[in-house]
């Protein structure tokens, strides 16, 4: 009996710490899904304002809006869709040997190349745009694809370089020496042996960069502004004017490639990758 009555007070305080923890998880799971769910009432929303908890309308008009000839999001997606492919094939292009230089080779400095791609990342972006677009303008760079897609490399170039260095560092050299000892050359071991056990986290790194150059809006603005319309932009000027459905479904455009890519990455950028990430 007695053992009865203690168990029961400490059953009930142990019953009562999934309370604060309950609030906690419902607090988090309010701040991640509540802006989407906003964002989905906006995608769908014909008439809605204050003090109305709900839209008073749904339809789908602002979507025929946003897709008419007029309402420039098709442009705008096809050359966000573009600039991404082109800075994805420049990244990895100067990514690919740098990153396995980098895992194979004793370089002198290595941690300070790493740290050099970095610097892109750390400066605030509004000043180095505003003197990247007065050189682009002086050399015929500035409202162009070109100019955009070399804007996006600069900062796609991080998570090409540090992740193709962690994939290629992640390759047992065992591998490389048993195929050079068959008789197979230095190229014919990278491209039948390296390259295929590498390409994994060289495709999380393509999306890492794919998604970084569709969600830029800095660079696209100083750089592209208004000759290049990219979807970022168009977000900001619907925005901007109050045109939450526009920017709401624009904001959808932009969510839906990023969430599939991230799973995608997932799958494919494993922990023993992960672990060799500035090694």
Do not use: C
């Amino acid at each position: 009996m007695t053992a009865l009555t203690h168990s029961a007070p400490s059953r009930l305080r142990f019953d009562l710490w999934w309370l604060p923890r309950g609030i906690l998880l419902g607090l988090l799971a309010f701040a991640i899904f509540g802006p989407l769910a906003n964002l989905l009432l906006w995608a769908v929303t014909e008439r809605w304002y204050f003090p109305h908890t709900l839209p008073l309308e749904y339809g789908f008009s602002f979507w025929a809006r946003v897709f008419s000839p007029r309402g420039n999001a098709m442009e705008s997606l096809t050359n966000s869709v573009i600039v991404a492919i082109l800075a994805v094939a420049v990244s990895l292009a100067l990514a690919i040997p740098a990153g396995y230089a980098l895992a194979r080779l004793k370089l002198p400095l290595r941690g300070l190349i790493l740290l050099v791609f970095m610097i892109p990342q750390a400066f605030p972006n509004l000043p180095v745009y505003v003197n990247v677009a007065r050189l682009f303008y002086e050399i015929g760079l500035n409202g162009t694809i070109a100019g955009v897609v070399l804007v996006h490399v600069t900062h796609g170039l991080v998570f090409a370089v540090w992740i193709a260095t962690a994939a290629f560092a992640a390759i047992d050299v065992e591998l490389e020496q048993a195929a050079r000892s068959i008789g197979a050359g230095p190229l014919q071991t990278f491209r039948d042996v390296t390259l295929p056990l590498a390409m994994p986290g060289l495709m999380a790194s393509a999306i890492f960069v794919f998604l970084e150059s569709l969600d830029e809006f800095t660079g696209s603005y100083f750089v592209g502004a208004p000759d290049v319309n990219m979807l970022p932009l168009l977000l900001y000027n619907a925005g901007a004017g109050g045109n939450y459905q526009v920017a709401s479904i624009t904001a959808l455009l932009l969510l839906i490639p990023s969430v599939g890519f991230m799973l995608v990455v997932e799958r494919f950028l494993k922990a023993d990758v992960l672990s060799r990430v500035g090694r």
